[in-house]
């Protein structure tokens, strides 16, 4: 190839971002935590991921919360100056084929070819990650995808001696903050945090001024909102979410942490959120005098209850009995074998290869929330087994109003629902069985009934 690429193309990082460029040439793992349009995506295609393709032939991945959020921002999006960012910051002359359908751009490279391509990692998206090669790949707003994409690629980078850039502002206490704040005692990684009170352009002046911020605070935006969009707070709790600030104060009271295990002395109970398509989740947790212990969590999808029961097995609990939502009794098409003729509902499939179930009264959604914030207070969650959830509960909540520009009094229906709805099933049964029992005539029925006054037994 005659052509002379010069890199980066039509682009001029400022100062500020030097001293990441020079780390990721020293081949770091690169955290970057920098407020709202500070311009992190352009450095990371710019400077990063289109260099890198062009010079060692590869698998690259531009991986975002959303496959429509990768396309809206960066193969359809435009820079500030309204260029296109496909068109301006990539020399045609290096192109061979750009695939608009799956957003893959096959380029030439020193000694061969590159491919760059862009995923989503929410909805399930990032399935599509499994198996695939890579060579590097930039997690772009990585606070607000699901970290399954991350676990399907590392094992790549690892195997190709690979490099990965995270950047993404802040989305409280979940996976993104543990690993920026992991790669900040690694010498193996380079992490850094910049404000609006820190970054400038070209000509000196700050990115986001004062008065824009203000503008955001006109139109309703909250101090929650602004200080962690423009001033990279950790510390508030996720806009719009159910459990954020009572997840705060666990974590502030040290009630989450790898310190939680199985005690034989308690039966473990089991809470479910049922899909079949959608997630199944299940959490496991045991009921310790006044303290709720949630020692384990398991989600999939696409498996019958034959599958949940292997994992219940698998386990090696002792349990004292495992609790669904009231849908549970809806009859579905099919049955568990040829001879069946009418349909079953999920409860008498899961009879069948062994599970019980006991059914949640019916509540309300909103009676389910005020049960999990109260109940959340004495929970004592193990922070490694139990990972996957916690990022559910820190990310469940309610959904945007884009007209309205607040968030409105509906879940948002995501990847989170589950995680959150078997939350709320425990929440809701815990609540049931910690109330005050009504007594019978028979004095020994009341003393058995209240033997036991939190786990009702």
């Known amino acids: 190839m005659d052509f002379n690429y010069n890199s980066p193309w039509n682009f001029k990082p400022y100062k500020w971002e030097i001293p990441i460029i020079k780390a990721f040439e020293k081949r770091l793992e690169i955290w970057m935590t920098l407020h709202r349009r500070a311009g992190k995506d352009l450095l990371s295609f710019c400077h990063f991921l289109l260099p890198e393709a062009f010079e060692h032939p590869g698998t690259y991945q531009y991986i975002w919360p959303t496959l429509k959020q990768g396309r809206d921002s960066f193969w359809e999006g435009k820079d500030e100056e309204g260029r296109n960012v496909l068109d ?22 020193i000694g061969g070819s590159s491919q760059i391509q862009v995923f989503g990692t929410n909805k399930g998206q990032y399935v599509a990650l499994r198996g695939k090669p890579s060579n590097g790949a930039v997690f772009s707003e990585f606070a607000f995808q699901d ?9 790549m980078l690892a195997k190709t001696g690979g490099w990965a850039v995270y950047d993404s502002t802040p989305n409280g206490n979940n996976h993104y903050k543990q690993g920026f704040y992991n790669a900040k005692s690694n010498p193996d990684c380079f992490a850094i945090l910049k404000t609006v009170e820190e970054t400038f352009g070209h000509d000196g002046k700050r990115l986001v001024t004062e008065a824009a911020i203000q503008k955001e605070r006109d139109k309703g935006k909250t101090e929650d909102f602004i200080n962690q969009e423009y001033y990279c707070s950790f510390m508030q709790g996720v806009e719009g979410t159910y459990l ?16 939680i295990h199985y005690d ?14 959608d997630f199944m989740s299940i959490i496991f947790y045991q009921v310790i005098g006044n303290e709720v212990h949630i020692i384990d969590y398991y989600e999939n999808s696409g498996y019958s209850f034959v599958h949940y029961a292997h994992v219940l097995k698998d386990k090696g609990y002792y349990y004292g009995g495992h609790r669904a939502p009231h849908d549970i009794k809806v009859r579905e098409m ?9 349909a079953l509902s999920r409860l008498e499939k899961a009879a069948e290869v062994g599970i019980e179930f006991e059914i949640m009264p019916i509540i309300t959604f909103e009676s389910g929330v005020e049960n999990a914030r109260s109940v959340l207070r004495r929970c004592h969650i193990n922070e490694v087994t139990c990972k996957v959830l916690i990022v559910h509960l820190e990310q469940w909540g309610r959904k945007w109003n884009d007209i309205a520009q607040q968030y409105s009094d509906f879940e948002d229906r995501n990847v989170h629902t589950h995680g959150g709805s078997s939350f709320r099933t425990m929440a809701t049964v815990v609540t049931e069985e910690t109330h005050a029992v009504e007594y019978d005539d028979d004095d020994s029925a009341y003393l058995q009934k209240i033997s036991n006054p939190y786990t009702g037994i």
């Not at 109970?269 to 398509?277: I, K």
């Open 147 to 155: 970290p399954r994409g991350e676990s399907n690629v590392s094992p």
């Open 88 to 109: 301006y910051y990539i020399p045609k002359e290096i192109i061979i084929k750009p695939d608009n359908a799956d957003m893959k751009l096959t380029i030439h490279a």
């Open 334 to 342: 099919g049955s568990t074998n040829s001879r069946q003729e009418r």
């Open 244 to 259: 954020g600030k009572q997840l705060q104060q666990a974590r502030n009271e040290g009630r989450i942490s790898p310190n």
């Open 264 to 277: 034989e002395n308690f039966p473990v109970y089991t809470a479910w959120d049922l899909g079949v398509a």
